[in-house]
């Protein structure tokens, strides 16, 4: 049909009439999932012709979505409505692909990009290797759909930079919405802390994901606000969501976004100070080899402290180093303590992509296990975003995460030195930060498996990539 040409008047009568057919006959046989083929149709409708608004509506629906595992709604552990479009976007992608279209070559040879290769094909290796091929296959999927739409497709939607503040904004509208909830309820049982794990539920699994998150858009909050390019009614609205972030980062009780949240501040003050990668990473060697040589010294020296967690905020904090009483504390260690005798065991492939929770359970000690230990593969997993790599990858599963986190950083560093406006300077400065609080409290907890975490982790990479590409050379050119 010539472009142009209306569409004649009987085809329309015959398609409205069999859809209202339809959704009639879903009614009447309380088939009430047909009442969904409207969204559908609209859904697929824009992943085909405005892929780029699909994208913003997925992140804005994020802190909503719900595990259906949660819910005990059979057996799957699925987020509604987030990964269902994440998994037809990826199909697209790739459909898109196989047709002979192609993503932004600046996209494909950048070095963030390479090194998500080998990311992603060694993770695919090592899911033929796996002690469960299935769990790690379902485990690259979704890992891939959360790169394919937040990674790849972001950065082409970000070289323009009203999509990448509309991103952010989204994200941090819903999740505002997310702590009010959260801290209404909350409010009901006295603001205590054994009430804060899970008051959150079901828009998020614990307190420590949560915190997590907002740790991650607490710089966020913050660079928005000192964009210079707002209006004062969405600069009062900006202060009001970052008065309510703070509220609920201070009421997740959660200890390593605290910690994470100082880390980031420490990585602003070497930015701040101009100081070079090459001294940051020197630095951060000696103090890495210093733990190592002094490793026994300091769980001695730890193992004083007998402050448990607490209501109270002071001691709360305080007892981030009780590894002699915390049961949380000493539960990280058993399972650190398995993910090693694990990686001993599989040091070249690992056991398995997503495998440790099924695993693991064998190479406790009973001088290890706590009041929480677990035998039935339901406790979650290695509690850290680089031991968990080490023994469901190997070696280099975690080498390959932590050439993410050099790429990463190299790249923010040379940005934030190089850019000549300002505000696209604080944009790089609030996403590189807000990544390294993750990365910091990867350290103690690993979500990058869920959708809260995934959706703004491979977000901001693909900021500092889409800033690289399309707006370094000049504020106001794009890169073609």
């Known amino acids: 049909m010539v472009k142009g040409t209306p569409i004649p008047l009987k085809w329309v009568y015959a398609l409205s009439g069999s859809f209202i057919a339809l959704m009639a006959a879903g009614i009447y046989f309380e088939q009430f999932l047909v009442m969904l083929l409207p969204a559908a149709l609209l859904f697929c ?55 002979g279209k192609s993503i932004d070559k600046h996209i494909l040879r950048h070095p963030i990009s390479c090194i998500i290769y ?48 509309a991103y952010l904004l989204l994200y941090l509208f819903t999740l505002s919405l997310v702590i009010i909830y959260t801290v209404f309820r909350h409010a009901q049982y006295g603001f205590d802390k054994d009430s804060a794990h899970w008051v959150m539920e079901p828009l998020f699994k614990d307190h420590t994901s949560y915190g997590a998150v907002l740790a991650m858009f607490f710089p966020i909050a913050i660079g928005l606000l000192m964009q210079r390019n707002m209006n004062l009614l969405m600069r009062v609205l900006l202060g009001i969501g970052f008065f309510i972030l703070t509220t609920g980062l201070i009421l997740s009780y959660t200890r390593a976004a605290w910690i994470s949240i ?3 501040a420490a990585i602003l003050a070497v930015l701040l100070l101009k100081i ?15 733990l190592v040589i ?26 981030i180093s009780n590894v002699s009483s915390d049961a949380s504390n000493l539960e990280r260690l058993n399972r650190w303590h398995c993910a090693f005798e ?67 950083t190299s790249l923010a560093f040379r940005l934030f030195y190089s850019l000549r406006e300002r505000d696209m300077k604080v944009l790089v400065a609030a996403a590189y930060l807000g990544l390294m609080t993750y990365f910091i409290h990867g350290v103690l907890n690993n979500y990058l498996d869920t959708d809260k975490a995934s959706v703004p982790f491979w977000g901001f990479i693909a900021m500092l990539v889409a800033i690289d590409i399309y707006h370094a050379n000049s504020p106001s050119t794009e890169r073609t």
């Open 45 to 99: 409708w824009a992943a085909i012709y405005h892929l780029e608004y699909l994208i913003l509506f997925i992140a804005f629906c994020t802190p909503f979505s719900i595990n259906l595992e949660e819910l005990e709604i059979g057996n799957v552990g699925m987020y509604l409505p987030t990964e269902p479009l994440l998994f037809g976007v990826l199909i697209l992608l790739l459909f898109k692909l196989l047709s």
């Open 262 to 264: 100082i880390g980031a």
């Open 342 to 408: 694990l990686f001993k065991a599989r040091p070249i492939v690992g056991w398995g992509p997503g495998t440790y929770q099924f695993v693991y359970a064998p190479f406790q000690r009973a001088k290890d296990r706590t009041i929480i230990s677990t035998n039935q593969g339901n406790g979650g997993n290695a509690h850290s975003e680089y031991l968990g790599p080490l023994c469901e990858q190997g070696f280099l599963g975690t080498t390959l995460v932590l050439a993410l986190l050099y790429g990463i």
């Open 294 to 319: 002094g490793w026994d010294d300091i769980v001695m020296s730890l193992e004083q402290n007998k402050q448990e967690s607490s209501d109270k905020l002071d001691e709360h904090v305080s007892s």
């Open 276 to 290: 070079r990668l090459k001294h940051l990473l020197m630095g951060t060697a000696i103090v890495s080899a210093v």
């Open 118 to 165: 080998a990311y992603l094909a060694w993770m695919a290796i090592t899911s033929i290797t796996s002690e469960y091929p299935l769990v790690s296959i379902k485990y690259l999927t979704t890992r891939l759909w959360f790169i394919a739409s937040f990674y790849f497709i972001a950065v082409h939607i970000f070289r323009d930079r009203q999509k990448m503040r």
